[in-house]
């Protein structure tokens, strides 16, 4: 679904990614660990298309699953080409690491306008209100929200946790093809940080693939990955299974970098 | 950087879709002001010699004054007053006895600005019916509904006709809220108005329906000087509205206005602005200068006077609608958005005048500079001595985008006595990056983006508006904004 080929990119005058490479699979959840600094959020913006980001080399393939089964090669795109919100409408979604705040703008009416950009360039006509409140009240059971956050300003005075429940909420109602979690984990208290982890497992499906950049361990206990990549100075130094994130958070990050240099 | 300046500059290039002319047949005064000028309008209108005295007397008066350029944000050349036509009367016969009488190509241009002038209800939204007064250039071409408020024994008609038919009234009530000899373009608009709206309603009645004037300006080299007096009598009612367009021309065209309300005991007037007057074209040429002298005064207890104000339109805009709180317990409020793109300019804001005790008014001001505009809150909140426990909430913010333009926010402040409770607030911030960003991160491209952050920053001012204006006035903000972020 996603195919990174030596990616190098970074804001002018400093080059953050390396040469990454990368392939993600329809169905898998590929968690990216490292120290502070390695690139990891340099990475999620990158993909999600943010301007301030030169990419100098270096390949991004998408090929979200087509809606009829007709093979996911059908549907080859060069991410590289495509704007930010070309992007989302293909069904790349960023759950944000510090989601930004959108005074007078209710979550419920910015999901509207979002859910309709897609489906407009999907070719689908604009979604019936009735169903779309439907949709809003299935959606925010599955990360716990209240009823009246939706009628709130978009993230505007949410606590922390809320405001990274409402990224995964909004997951929910778009149904994106590729999800990347952007430490999504940073912040939350232990209930907050369940919550969000049974929404994420409750969206995880065969058709859908997720990114799960964070420091932690911790979220991985309850996010299961099927692997887990390694971030230090702008490449991946080691990939594993699930139990590679154990035993980082034994060893820490200096365990691995040092045996990247010898 | 200068590539984002270039698609800045590339796309601020939004369309007025009101600058069309109509060829409509009009009758013209001599250009130039002169007292021969201010009998010659005196006589069209056929006046009464206490109207003819007062119109020369604002006209001595002003002769003695200077056009205000020393404390107001705005740069402009000092108006040439004899090159401006200030008479100009689509020609008709005196009365109409039915729409039929009107000049099809007036009609037309008033289909063309979506403004109905027949009697019928509005199918859009609510249930609502508007009843509309038509100005064009310097008359007052139509009046709506006018029989049906007539029964509950509302008056609402033109200025002229107020004249002649409600002297009493235009006599009581003309000048006591702004005196001819109040500002330079107050003292011009009194000696030169010639017409406008006329609304009273009586005693405990409350108004049924929505009441709107709708001004043009249409004729090449005319100043349009119209002049709107509102009487909210004892315990009445109404919500008012305003709409005003030009055609887009390359000369600057003067409209200096006076509105006034007068609120009596526990009475209530709802004023509602969407100024969309020619802005002038991207490089600054043309344009409306508005200069505009609106006040309202809350007479006696309980009394409330309401300004929102959506202003999108105009070169200059020069503009603080006020209340003065004389009675007791009176409310004065003001909710502004002032949008300023290319080259306009706006210095407008507020008065709050507390005289009477336990006085209260709100002020919300939402400025948005984008192109190489400047947009400056003037605003004063003033408390007398022996005005008890008045209370003033400010809130001013400004959003500024793209890198050329200017917020400036003058507030001030006079407090003569020590019970006052007055609060401001203000802010300046800039469309985010990251705003932006996160919602083309959910597929919203940045065009619409805007529009919902925009749309999001003044909706307190929009929630004040009635309700297809506030859709009214949605769209026009996205329309006079299309293209200002790259």
Not at chain 1, 220 to 244: C, Q, W
Not at chain 2, 5 to 12: G, P
Not at chain 2, 75 to 104: C, G, M, R, T, W
Request: glycine share 8%.
């Amino acid at each position: 679904m996603l195919s990174i080929k030596n990616l190098r990119a970074g804001i002018p005058g400093n080059e953050i990614l390396k040469g990454i490479n990368l392939e993600v699979k329809a169905g898998e959840v590929h968690a990216i660990m490292g120290p502070n600094g390695s690139g990891k959020s340099t990475l999620s913006s990158v993909l999600a298309g943010k301007e301030n980001y030169q990419v100098t080399e270096g390949e991004i393939w998408f090929s979200p699953p087509s809606p009829r089964g007709e093979g996911s090669g059908m549907r080859r795109k060069n991410l590289l080409e495509m704007s930010p919100e070309e992007r989302a409408r293909e069904g790349v979604f960023l759950a944000f690491q510090y989601p930004v705040e959108i005074p007078g703008v209710s979550n419920i009416n910015f999901l509207k306008t979002a859910i309709n950009e897609i489906r407009l360039h999907r070719k689908q006509p604009p979604m019936e209100t009735k169903d779309f409140l439907k949709l809003i009240k299935e959606k925010q059971a599955l990360v716990e929200l209240q009823g009246t956050l939706a009628n709130r300003s978009v993230n505007e005075g949410f606590s922390g946790g809320e405001k990274k429940r409402n990224e995964i909420f909004q997951m929910a109602v778009l149904e994106p093809t590729l999800c990347i979690l952007d430490e999504t984990d940073s912040g939350l208290d232990i209930d907050a940080l369940r919550i969000v982890a049974n929404g994420v497992n409750k969206l995880r499906s065969k058709d859908r693939a997720f990114v799960v950049i964070t420091h932690y361990q911790r979220l991985l206990d309850h996010i299961i990955p099927d692997f887990v990549h390694v971030l230090s100075n702008g490449k991946i130094i080691k990939s594993g299974g699930k139990e590679l994130a154990l035993e980082l958070e034994a060893k820490g990050y200096d365990w691995i970098k040092e045996k990247d240099q010898t | 950087m200068a590539e984002k300046n270039d698609i800045l500059e590339k796309q601020i290039s939004s369309d007025y879709k009101y600058g069309f002319t109509s060829d409509i047949d009009m009758d013209t005064a001599p250009m130039g002001l002169s007292e021969d000028i201010v009998r010659f309008i005196s006589k069209k209108k056929n006046e009464p010699e206490w109207m003819l005295e007062f119109r020369l007397k604002a006209y001595r008066h002003w002769l003695k004054m200077e056009e205000p350029h020393e404390w107001a944000h705005l740069e402009y050349p000092k108006i040439n007053y004899q090159n401006i036509i200030f008479y100009a009367a689509p020609k008709q016969k005196k009365e109409l006895a039915s729409l039929d009488e009107v000049d099809p190509e007036l009609l037309k241009t008033f289909e063309k600005l979506g403004i109905s002038l027949e009697e019928q209800k509005r199918l859009s939204g609510v249930q609502s019916t508007i009843a509309v007064d038509a100005v064009i250039d310097s008359v007052s071409v139509k009046t709506t509904f006018k029989e049906v408020l007539a029964e509950k024994g509302i008056i609402f008609c033109s200025f002229s006709e107020a004249v002649q038919e409600h002297p009493e009234l235009i006599k009581k009530y003309m000048g006591s809220v702004v005196p001819y000899s109040d500002n330079y373009f107050a003292a011009l608009n009194s000696a030169v108005f010639t017409d406008g709206s006329f609304c009273y309603i009586p005693k405990g009645v409350r108004c049924p329906m929505e009441l709107s004037t709708y001004f043009r300006i249409n004729t090449a080299g005319t100043g349009q000087f119209e002049r709107t007096l509102i009487v909210a009598d004892e315990g009445a009612y109404v919500s008012y509205l305003e709409g005003c367009t030009a055609p887009r021309r390359d000369e600057n065209q003067l409209h200096a206005a006076v509105v006034e309300i007068v609120a009596h005991k526990n009475g209530e007037v709802k004023y509602s602005t969407v100024q969309n007057w020619y802005p002038g074209d991207k490089n600054g040429k043309g344009g409306i200068y508005n200069f505009v002298t609106k006040r309202g005064i809350c007479r006696e207890e309980n009394s409330k006077i309401s300004w929102t104000q959506v202003e999108t339109g105009s070169a200059i805009t020069w503009k603080y609608p006020s209340v003065i709180l004389k009675g007791d317990n009176s409310v004065g409020e003001f909710y502004s958005v002032a949008v300023t793109n290319n080259h306009q300019q706006a210095d407008t804001g507020t008065k709050m005048l507390h005289i009477g005790k336990n006085t209260r008014s709100t002020i919300v001001s939402k400025g948005i500079s984008a192109g190489c505009s400047n947009n400056a809150y003037r605003g004063l909140v003033r408390v007398a001595k022996g005005a008890k426990n008045a209370r003033n909430f400010s809130q001013c913010d400004s959003l500024l985008m793209g890198d050329k333009c200017g917020a400036h926010t003058f507030p001030y402040i006079e407090i003569k006595d020590k019970t006052a409770v007055v609060e401001h607030e203000a802010t300046t911030s800039k469309i985010g990056e990251d705003q932006l960003f996160y919602c083309q991160q959910r597929g919203i491209d940045k065009e619409k983006a805007i529009g919902l952050i925009v749309n999001g920053y003044c909706r307190e001012v929009f929630n004040q508006l009635p309700m297809e204006f506030a859709v009214e006035a949605q769209k026009l903000l996205a329309v006079s904004l299309e293209g200002s972020v790259g």
